[in-house]
């Protein structure tokens, strides 16, 4: 099956720093990538749809200016959580599906964020 | 927003015993598919179904679909204590199948 690499898969990090965490698609191209924030026994919540060579669409109420987000190239889609703060502690995960309509998502291992 | 409802919440079974996890919806949908997630980790796809479809095995798995009530079942037969993790259901919606709308999830714990 298709694989889709998260990395990292774990980070600590201070207040007011930046983090970037990257998802990469081993074995297909995905044109659009799919960003998702879980709190700790909650479901997934999509924050953003991340678009190969253009912006990135956000969900309503989510930062774009906070969670920046960049598609640079057909297999690699980075969220940078920018001046983070301990609210934004979370897991991360990332999905990819191989472009085709009616087809299985393909998702990361995630990132546990937190910020101390 | 959420759209997907599962229940139980919480599902706490003894080995061997078939396990039933139900999802509601409240739109259209071209697909509902299940995933699992072992604590801390990402979604494993378990199964897709159609919705022209009515029911999908897969192994110990099996998967209905009523679009009628918009809701869906998962069965899994004969568990193990590996099954222990939590299900969530996920559906399209008229974005495209690719943005998927996941349910709340249910935990399910199998004691051996």
């Known amino acids: 099956g298709a694989v889709v690499s998260q990395h990292p898969s774990w980070v600590i990090c201070k207040s007011g720093t930046s983090v970037k965490i990257e998802c990469r698609s081993l074995d297909f191209q995905a044109t659009t990538m799919f960003w998702y924030r879980q709190f700790p026994k909650q479901s997934l919540m999509l924050m953003a749809t991340s678009n190969e060579g253009s912006k990135a669409t956000y969900e309503q109420g989510v930062e774009k200016d906070k969670f920046l987000i960049n598609h640079a190239s057909l297999t690699l889609s980075t969220l940078t959580v920018t001046s983070a703060h301990p609210e934004d502690s979370s897991f991360y995960i990332c999905?990819?599906?191989?472009?085709?309509?009616?087809?299985?998502?393909?998702f990361g291992q995630g990132t546990r964020l937190t910020v101390v | 927003s959420q759209q997907g409802e599962e229940d139980p919440q919480a599902l706490s079974i003894q080995e061997g015993e078939n396990a039933t996890m139900n999802c509601s919806y409240k739109t259209s949908i071209n697909n509902l598919q299940w995933y699992r997630q072992n604590s801390g980790r990402g979604l494993v796809h378990l199964i897709l179904?159609?919705?022209?479809?009515r029911e999908k095995h897969s192994g110990r798995l099996r998967v209905t679909l009523d679009t009628s009530k918009k809701s869906s079942s998962l069965l899994i037969t004969a568990s193990r204590a590996a099954d222990t993790a939590s299900y969530f259901c996920a559906t399209d919606g008229s974005q495209g199948a690719q943005k998927l709308v996941f349910g709340q999830g249910t935990r399910l714990t199998i004691n051996p």
């Open positions: 179904i159609r919705s022209n479809e």
């Open positions: 999905s990819a599906s191989r472009g085709v309509m009616n087809t299985e998502a393909f």
